[in-house]
Every structure is written in C-alpha cells, then in structure tokens.
C-alpha cells in the first residue's frame, strides 16, 4: 500500500481555519484519499475522500495537488470538538479482495485552543 | 438510525484465556472489518468478511485469532490463549457496498486488557 505522511502535531486557536497536510508521493492512479479523525475514546469517523478534484461537504474540504502527490484537508472554523487525531489514508479503487480496507498511519494529533 | 455497535466495551482476562469480542454491523452493510488499536498508534487492519466469507484475513497476527460472520451481520471476533500482547482497542467497522462510496462507519471499539 502506498504511503503518507503527516506532522506529529498542529495547534490551531477556535474559529481560526486549520489546514493538515499529507504527502503521499507514491500514489496510484486508482488510489482514492481519504480522511478520518479520532476523537478521544471514539472509534474513528470518516471526514472526506476524494480521487483528483477538490471535494467540500459538511465537515471540511480536501484540497489535492494537481500531480495527486500531496492534499490538504481545510476545517474552515476550527472548534474545540474538532480537536483529534486526524489520518490521511489512501485506499486502493475497486477491484481485489482487500476492496475498502484502510491503512491508518500515525495521524495527525491535532490541538485547538480556547 | 444504530450505528456499529461494539460488546462488550471493556474486557478485562487473565493471561491464557479464550475472549470472545461481538461487533453488530449497521443493518444492510454487507462489508464488515476488524482492526486492532495499541495506544498512541492508528488502527491496524485484521480481517474483512464480504457477506459471511472472509475475503481478506492477512492482518490477523497468528492463529490464536479467529472471526466469524455465520449470518453476514453480526461478527465474533475469537482471541484463544490471550496473551498480554493483546491488550489493546478493538474496533469493528461497516460499509455499504454497491457504489463506490466507500465511507466505513466505526464502533466505540472493546478496549481488551490481558493482565
């Protein structure tokens, strides 16, 4: 499976927007990125995915570099419910026996202040 | 509507023996997935039924670990001789498959500790 990378850690201040990278530089073409978060004592919660185009929704927005190699998942008003461990994980397309299984990195701890 | 449900939520064994963790999928999800938690580290992959079959078992560490899905929904994860490397958060995840989307909806987990 191809790899990211994300900081340990990011601090952001509430309503300030936070935006985490991830690196991904071995990326397939078939390779779909995909965001999730864990709060504390939470199983994890899908945010985004997308494949080649920016992609918005409720919760943020996924910014993806044009050579696929790098993205950028964007919390426009950062709140304190937001603070997590955020994961970047590419997910390989249809098709195979391991269709949909994740493989979680360490994440991205991310700390929002008062 | 009932999310992925998880028992039981703590599980507290000795060394040596057998434990049983129960995951109830969102109804209709026909993918289900096991993964395992150390602390401070991310979900690690253990198993993936499609149905009642298990399509993928390439995570599970050793065969003293077992799952099964008899009926396509609920799923027993099976743990013989538990050692005090087990001791972790079990999570238990769901997907709707038939599209592309691709969203896993995840358990509160079963935190397992082996003294």
């Known amino acids: 499976d191809a790899k990211t990378t994300q900081p340990n850690s990011m601090e952001s201040n509430e309503e300030e927007p936070v935006h985490l990278p991830c690196n991904h530089s071995t990326i397939s073409g078939t390779d779909y990125i995909h965001w999730y978060r864990q709060l504390p004592s939470q199983g994890p919660e899908y945010v985004i995915h997308g494949l080649t185009s920016n992609v918005n929704n409720r919760m943020a927005s996924l910014a993806i570099a044009e050579d696929r190699k790098s993205s950028t998942l964007i919390l426009h008003r950062a709140t304190l419910r937001d603070a997590a461990v955020y994961y970047c994980i590419l997910r390989r397309g249809a098709g195979g026996t391991s269709y949909g299984k994740l493989t979680f990195g360490q994440g991205t701890i991310l700390t929002v202040h008062p | ?115």
């Open chain 2, 1 to 115: 509507g009932a999310g992925v449900s998880q028992t039981p939520s703590n599980k507290v064994t000795e060394k040596g023996k057998y434990v049983e963790l129960r995951c109830d999928p969102i109804s209709g999800h026909t993918a289900l997935y096991w993964y395992r938690q150390s602390l401070g580290q991310g979900p690690e992959f253990l198993i993936y039924f499609q149905g009642t079959g298990a399509a993928d078992d390439s995570g599970l560490p050793n065969d003293r670990f077992f799952a099964v899905r008899p009926e396509g929904s609920v799923s027993t994860l099976k743990i013989q001789r538990t050692e005090r490397g087990d001791s972790a958060m079990y999570l238990c995840a769901s997907r709707q498959t038939g599209t592309d989307y691709n969203e896993q909806f995840f358990g509160p987990g079963t935190r397992l500790t082996v003294l």
